[in-house]
């Protein structure tokens, strides 16, 4: 095919992408995780500037050190301001680019053109995808799958030549891909797949592996040993990446995401989303844990690992695409399938933006064998079933991009697949409640609130009319300056509190509550590390048998005013008194924070 085609073959796949996906352009942002990336963060939403980049170089970018992914949501405040379509089309962009990478990528290392069309084609118009294009915040994902076809490319270009300027380019794309997401450690793992198949680097590897172009063949160590600059690369930046999301409270305690719980769903994801790549139904932002832990479910995910595995790996002698793509889903969903707990989520769609890409060339490598020695009407058939596939795709995605169109239609869906899930539930209705909040929708925000906060739909109601009745109601305030700052409406839950205060000064309960938000809020214009510092001690002089909390709202304060030698002192005394009162979880939650300030930093929470 001449060059001219190729690229008009390109050129309608990136407008299919555009096309499907373009209603994004018209969406809001999403109040789930776009405030703290982008328009509530007070680094990016200055725009690119020397300092942001600096900032990013050192601290976590939403619980993940991706300065790449900050740098490119910086140069889009400093193009597009906070208007949401330009950073919507910035994500499109690059969801399109990846889409013809997966093509340049696979003709490159494979030779095959129509087969690399059709694995692209099903990889960017999958309604998996939405997730990761229609989410602002999850730019990392189209950037750092960017970066990775990038590297593959480059390595593909080293391995026929190998060089110290061609491995530093690969080098250099695996940082970038680092930088966007933390999903990228398995890229070198990925590479030694390659090596395998189809680069044929493998020495005394079968027929069907080897390659025409006298490639360099090396036993398998060697080919792990000269990566080791990769593996050490990927090291580092996966302690880093630990240590910043444990600090910044992302990985999830485990109290209930036990072990056993980690693991029994990891297994039962990597047969989740097979299916779901398969027969995309009933996908939702948000997927909840069941309660119970299904055991039996998990040891027949284990079994068929292991046999599809083997299956996998006696199959690759004659047909290396097998293992290839088998191995590239099972290696590379590693970082997010489960094993380590971060939010809520038992899956997410997200997390199979790089990893569906092996199984796809699993399956099409296998559909074009299929039919090869079948005549021309087999593989016209053959064509025509990868059409409907995509087309059938591509309808799914455009249904899927509405629900993302602002955070009430997004909370309603998940609604809507959840059932009666109780965490789902509360995660819903928070989100819906906080955005109707923040557009002056009061009234249709409280109930959704209320649900979120874990209170019952007309709480807050009920207790302002018991203290309209009862001004004097003390516990009535109170209650209602509890579930107000729950509710995430903190200044109208403050300016209660000190209505408590005025009548009482040395309400220990009123002074702790406004010290531990103005020290803890995540959102950092409710905090006040002075007022809340100067509260806390008030607390303590006023209490002389002071519980372990009163401690740990110290520490807060003094942390989040940079007073870091003296918060540790103070966690320190906290943890001491929890342990002596036999609260274990108590201190170990105290524990947590005082690993922070050891290492100069505040404790931030969500207080809804």
């Not at 085609?5 to 373009?22: D, K, T, W």
């Not at 010290?515 to 006023?542: C, F, I, M, P, Y």
Request: hydrophobic share 55%; glycine share 8%.
């Amino acid at each position: 095919m001449s060059l001219r085609r190729r690229l008009i073959v390109l050129a309608a796949l990136a407008a299919a992408v555009f096309a499907v996906f373009g209603g994004v352009l018209r969406h809001d942002w999403i109040v789930v995780d776009d405030g703290a990336y982008v328009y509530e963060n007070p680094v990016v939403s200055r725009g690119l500037t020397p300092a942001g980049v600096w900032h990013f170089l050192g601290h976590d970018h939403g619980t993940n050190w991706v300065p790449v992914t900050a740098l490119s949501h910086m140069l889009d405040v400093q193009m597009y301001g906070l208007r949401p379509a330009g950073h919507h089309a910035t994500s499109l962009f690059f969801h399109m680019a990846n889409a013809v990478l997966v093509v340049l990528v696979l003709r490159k290392l494979t030779g095959a053109w129509w087969r690399s069309v059709i694995v692209a084609a099903l990889f960017a118009l999958h309604p998996l995808r939405v997730e990761s294009v229609a989410w602002i915040a999850e730019r990392k994902d189209v950037l750092s799958t960017f970066f990775f076809l990038l590297t593959l490319l480059a390595y593909g270009r080293w391995a026929e030549r190998p060089g110290p300027r061609r491995f530093v380019a690969v080098f250099l794309a695996v940082l970038l891909a680092l930088w966007s997401k933390p999903m990228a450690i398995t890229l070198p793992f990925v590479l030694v797949l390659l090596d395998i198949w189809p680069l044929g680097r493998l020495a005394g590897g079968p027929a069907a592996w080897r390659r025409k172009d006298g490639a360099v063949a090396r036993p398998l160590w060697g080919l792990v040993a000269e990566k080791w600059s990769l593996f050490a690369l990927v090291a580092a930046v996966t302690v880093v990446t630990y240590r910043m999301q444990a600090m910044a409270g992302a990985v999830a305690d485990g109290e209930f995401f036990t072990l056993g719980r980690r693991v029994a769903n990891a297994l039962i994801n990597y047969w989740r989303y097979p299916l779901l790549i398969a027969w995309p139904a009933r996908l939702s932002p948000f997927h909840p844990h069941a309660a119970a832990v299904n055991t039996g479910a998990a040891l027949a995910a284990a079994a068929a690992l292991v046999v599809v595995t083997a299956f996998a790996l006696k199959a690759a002698p004659r047909r290396p695409w097998l293992a290839l793509g088998w191995l590239w889903y099972v290696g590379t969903l590693v970082p997010a399938v489960g094993f380590v707990q971060t939010g809520g989520h038992a899956w997410a769609d997200r997390f199979t933006y790089i990893p569906c890409l092996g199984l796809l060339v699993a399956v099409v490598w296998s559909g074009h064998e299929l039919v090869v020695a079948r005549g021309r009407l087999a593989q016209r058939a053959l064509v025509a079933l990868a059409a409907v596939a995509v087309v059938a795709l591509a309808v799914g995605s455009a249904r899927q991009v509405r629900y993302w169109q602002d955070t009430v239609t997004f909370g309603e869906r998940i609604l809507e697949i959840s059932g009666d899930n109780p965490l789902a539930q509360r995660v819903a209705h928070r989100w819906m409640g906080r955005w109707l909040y923040e557009q002056g929708r009061v009234k249709e925000a409280v109930p959704h609130m209320e649900i979120g906060a874990g209170l019952a739909p007309g709480t807050e109601l009920g207790l302002r009319r018991a203290f309209e009745a009862r001004p004097g109601d003390v516990e009535a305030q109170r209650q209602l300056a509890a579930a107000l700052t729950r509710e995430n409406r903190v200044e109208e839950g403050i300016a209660l509190y000190r209505g408590i205060l005025a009548a009482n000064a040395e309400d220990l309960d009123a002074l702790n509550n406004i010290a531990w938000v103005r020290s803890t809020h995540e959102d950092a214009k409710h905090r006040d590390g002075a007022e809340a510092a100067k509260l806390a001690r008030r607390a303590l002089e006023l209490c002389p048998d002071a519980p372990p909390v009163l401690y740990s709202t110290l520490a807060a304060a003094l942390a989040e005013s940079g007073q870091f030698p003296a918060a540790v002192e103070a966690a320190r005394k906290a943890v001491a008194m929890a342990r002596a009162a036999g609260h274990a979880d108590e201190a170990t939650a105290y524990e947590r924070q005082l690993r922070l300030y050891r290492a100069k930093r505040p404790f931030h929470h969500d207080a809804s």
